[in-house]
């Protein structure tokens, strides 16, 4: 069933701006899922004057909705960082989202939409694809709402592993690396902790997260993968993490230096970041909502009094 929003801000539909004394249209939720290639972009955020994933895909949705239309994104990324798994979602009046099928009773909204896109976002290059579209269950929120997010970095520390095709998404190491020691160094900082040592800090925001999942092994291309699945993550968070570990495999820092790094507490020289092109975010998990009703709400009630007891 549609999500309604009450309380939304006035929002100019198909007929126009809804004016003083008017009752507000009824809002519905949209997800979008979708990929980029984040090369040429300078992170997700929208900024002036600068080309985003946010500005190129808001002035899509604007071109076809015929206003401004605002997107809450799963996990923001930085410039040059890719996903494979990406959702947002944007909220439409009911006359906007039946609009989507231009009068059609064959043509569904959903995939309306999704096309609609494709073309517009066609004509700014290739670099964003937005696979999916749906109308959300109730009480879902793109950000708030998730369980955890995953992202893979991949590494080459050989010129046998050097592919030209590869190379906008893979790092080109310039030494051996020592895998095993690599791994083990990725699970000592597993758990839930204070992340402090590699995250930038925002101010008033909490450092501490939960790491699920890191792990570093080498796939069948010879390509040293990362894989890494938290709750949620810091600002340069698996930036940090990944050349932390680098530096351990490649023997500047002895066994252990991650894990005496996550107990310091501290952000100094010593805080070094991967480079960005290897990065992509896999997935992003959300409660099932068809199993447990109202999980995704209590999800985002929940995420949102945490932030806030944290943050503020």
């Not at 694809?129 to 709402?145: I, K, N, T, W």
Request: one cysteine or more; a neutral charge; proline letters at 5%.
């Amino acid at each position: 069933m549609p999500e309604h929003h009450p309380h939304a801000g006035p929002v100019p539909g198909l007929g126009g701006t809804v004016r003083a004394g008017q009752e507000e249209p009824a809002l519905i939720r949209v997800r979008l899922d979708l990929a980029y290639d984040g090369t040429d972009f300078h992170g997700w955020a929208a900024q002036p004057g600068l080309r985003t994933v946010q500005g190129v895909l808001e002035e899509a949705l604007e071109r076809i909705i015929r206003r401004p239309v605002r997107t809450v994104v799963a996990g923001r990324t930085d410039a040059g960082v890719h996903a494979r798994g990406q959702v947002v979602h944007l909220d439409l009046t009911q006359r906007e989202w039946i609009g989507l099928a231009r009068g059609r009773e064959d043509l569904d909204p959903a995939s309306s939409l999704v096309r609609r896109l494709g073309g517009v976002l066609g004509r700014d290059g290739r670099d964003v694809m937005v696979h999916g579209a749906q109308l959300a269950p109730d009480g879902f929120d793109a950000r708030f709402s998730a369980l955890w997010r995953s992202y893979s970095y991949a590494i080459s520390d050989s010129t046998l592993t050097r592919d030209p095709l590869n190379r906008r998404s893979t790092n080109w190491h310039g030494a051996p690396l020592d895998v095993e020691l690599m791994d083990a160094e990725a699970r000592s900082v597993l758990g839930l902790h204070d992340f402090l040592s590699y995250c930038k800090p925002r101010e008033g925001a909490t450092t501490i997260r939960e790491l699920q999942q890191f792990s570093i092994h080498r796939d069948e291309r010879g390509l040293i993968v990362a894989r890494l699945r938290a709750d949620a993550f810091c600002h340069n968070m698996v930036r940090a993490l990944v050349a932390s570990a680098l530096q351990v495999g490649e023997g500047r820092q002895k066994p252990g230096w991650m894990a005496h790094r996550l107990s310091a507490q501290v952000r100094d020289s010593q805080t070094r970041l991967a480079p960005p092109h290897a990065l992509v975010l896999e997935q992003v998990e959300y409660p099932d909502d068809g199993r447990s009703p109202g999980a995704l709400a209590a999800r985002a009630a929940g995420t949102r009094a945490r932030r806030s007891s944290t943050e503020h």
